[in-house]
């Protein structure tokens, strides 16, 4: 859910989010609470909050995805505030038992109680040409998840039956039991007929998010 005033999680976390543009989430830690985060994102803590590495599991497949190695772990009493430098919007989950799949470099920070492994999409690297295809974030357990969406985040419930076709980048989160499956749409009649573009369908029933804005496209180099 999008956070427009401060909550406290069932774990007793305090969570507040500032700003509108690039938003800035602070997290309140009692002496019994933890969190773990990509090192980078951290802005400012209190002197007394506790920090430390995380190796990850599986290191290797990490490392070959281009997902972090190493988190950094916070452990309480004291204040943490994390922001990705990206222009959008903090998602805030308080999961309780489920598991839910994020676009990779998503992740903001998250409870020490929730599993964190990365999953390797396969089946679209034929249409995509990526080769291997690409790797997803998965969370599971109870606990507070924290995500960034770049641009603006729609957040949406898919019944059994329902569907809907995405930008294969655009999507941001989804209960691990929605289905997505990339396929190639064509253009068959005009100018450009032939020719076609890549789409995702995401098919219920549960929960899917996705954001308007891909922070990789302002990176492209462009020709004049």
């Not at 506790?50 to 990850?56: A, E, I, R």
């Not at 109870?142 to 729609?154: A, F, R, T, W």
């Amino acid at each position: 859910m999008k956070l427009h005033e401060g909550l406290t999680t069932d774990e007793g976390i305090h969570v507040r989010v500032e700003g509108d543009l690039v938003p800035i989430v602070e997290l309140e830690l009692e002496s019994n609470q933890a969190l773990y985060f990509e090192h980078h994102t951290i802005l400012a803590k209190a002197p007394a909050l506790s920090v430390g590495l995380m190796p990850m599991h599986g290191a290797l497949r990490r490392m070959l995805a281009g997902l972090p190695v190493l988190l950094t772990r916070a452990s309480g009493p004291g204040k943490v505030s994390l922001s990705r430098d990206g222009v959008g919007e903090i998602i805030v989950l308080d999961l309780k038992g489920e598991e839910v799949d994020v676009m990779e470099h998503r992740f903001l920070a998250a409870s020490v109680s929730l599993e964190y492994r990365a999953e390797r999409v396969r089946g679209v690297k034929n249409i995509l040409g990526a080769g291997s295809g690409f790797f997803m974030d998965r969370f599971r357990g109870s606990g507070l998840l924290l995500l960034h969406g770049y641009g603006d985040v729609i957040e949406t419930e898919l019944g059994p039956a329902d569907a809907i076709d995405l930008d294969p980048y655009a999507w941001l989160y989804k209960d691990a039991g929605v289905r997505m499956d990339t396929h190639l749409v064509n253009l068959t009649t005009g100018l450009f007929g032939g020719s076609g573009f890549v789409m995702t369908r995401f098919t219920g029933p549960g929960r899917l998010a996705y954001q308007s804005l891909d922070p990789l496209v302002g990176l492209q180099p462009t020709s004049e």
